[in-house]
């Protein structure tokens, strides 16, 4: 038998647990990270990890041989990691044409796997269109560097690790401000005589950041320009089910949500359970294929995107 106080400080233990669990669903379901409380637990408790504190709840139960306890625990584990795979896969067509242009974007952990490393990985899709965060510096040497691996794609070194290259000619190109520490890289780029309007993204945010500023700025420069294709891509260090990304869903339309297929997790790796990593396009993009690399590069996962015009055979 197990002693009586030991008993009840595991009985304890696993209802602070089954509590938690509960709280960051009703959070999930009601404020989201709309508030500046819930918004913690909003990101520290994906469905996948609620799951895992219900199993966790339900083995302490099982110890303390409560067997009805602990397999409604169970269930309820079961439960919350089935809808958080039906959140985050998508089985969306996915095929792209010999026309497309190809999107890449990436945060390369500040290159602890070794530069040559990233750059191997980044060139092995053959992007038109690369946008990297954490990538390093901007001086004379780092230019070189890029210049040299990808030497049919113009280079521009944003600063503060923001890294852009693309094959298309480059024709105006700024670092902007968003909230504090958090920047983009504006460039616009000409391909074939289509100007084309990318924002990389490197949002800074610690647990309690407000993310509707760094998202609200982001979209209010992309907004700037509705007559131009607008790319707005990179580190949003925020979920997709962010509450902040619902107005952006009016006019910007999610990459992976829409022509992805598999898990749209890309942090942290090896085994992602938030995206955080996003491509938004504005709606004169047809997406054609959206997927998630793979790398031991980084904690990120890099996303990749095929795109056309609409009035050049989209739909």
Known sequence: MVKPQR????DVVALALVGLGVLGVVIRWTFRDGHAIASYLFYALPLIV???????????WMRNRRP???CACAAAALIAGGLWIHGAYFAN??????????IFTWNTARGFASWPRVAEQVGKTDPDLIGLVEAGGSTKEWQQFWAQHFPDHQVFLAGGGLVVLTRGKIVDKSLRRLVG???CADVRIDFDGRLVRMLLIDAVVHPFSNRSEVV???FELARETPELPTIVMGDFNTPNDSIWFDEVR???THAFEQAGRGMLTTWPAPAPILAIDHVWLSEQFQIDCASIGWSWASDHRPVVVDVRFHDEGGE
């Open 7 to 10: 008993s009840k400080i595991l």
């Open 93 to 102: 067509d996915c095929e792209a044409s010999t026309d497309s242009l190809r």
């Open 250 to 252: 009016h006019d910007f």
């Open 68 to 70: 009805i306890y602990s």
């Open 50 to 60: 609620i799951a895992g504190i219900w199993l966790a709840a339900g083995v302490v």
């Open 181 to 183: 520490t958090s920047a």
């Open 216 to 218: 609200g700025r982001a």
